[in-house]
């Protein structure tokens, strides 16, 4: 039996956007620009709010309810994915989804751990970030 197709990343945050709002609180930043949902808001993660890039990521299994509807699926970074594999609940997940922020982000953690590394070892970095690097230097 071969999956059903799964939305976009662009269908799944029109879908959820005005809930991630008022409903948990997990945007502080513009998610639409006049012409519609902004690339950055598409790799922004539901859960810790990393701009991180996001994989389309399902809140109860495939395996347990065979749903690739927007309403069973959140745009979260590699890091917030692994952390919710092992939930099977939608109670269990939005439990744990609802303490999610970027103090709990492994993926924040990831980032500034390689900016760290970069401005320590400035000619492994690739050029757009040397250049960055140069800039906050200068």
Not at 76 to 104: M, P, Q, V
Not at 105 to 128: E, H, I, M, V, W
Request: a neutral charge; aromatic letters at 8%.
């Amino acid at each position: 039996m071969q999956r059903e197709k799964m939305p976009s990343k662009k269908q799944i945050l029109k879908h959820w956007a005005e809930r991630l709002i008022h409903d948990y609180g997990k945007y502080s930043m513009d998610i639409y620009e006049d012409e519609g949902i902004t690339e950055n808001s598409q790799n922004t993660c539901f859960a810790c709010g990393t701009m991180a890039g996001t994989l389309r990521c399902h809140i109860v299994p495939y395996h347990l309810t065979k749903n690739n509807d927007c309403e069973n699926l959140h745009l979260l970074c590699n890091e917030c994915h692994n952390e919710s594999e092992g939930i099977e609940t939608a109670i269990s997940y939005f439990k744990w989804f609802a303490k999610k922020d970027s103090t709990t982000s492994g993926s924040l953690k990831r980032l500034l751990n390689l900016a760290t590394f970069y401005a320590q070892n400035p000619d492994c970095a690739p050029d757009s970030i040397k250049a960055t690097i140069r800039h906050l230097h200068s």
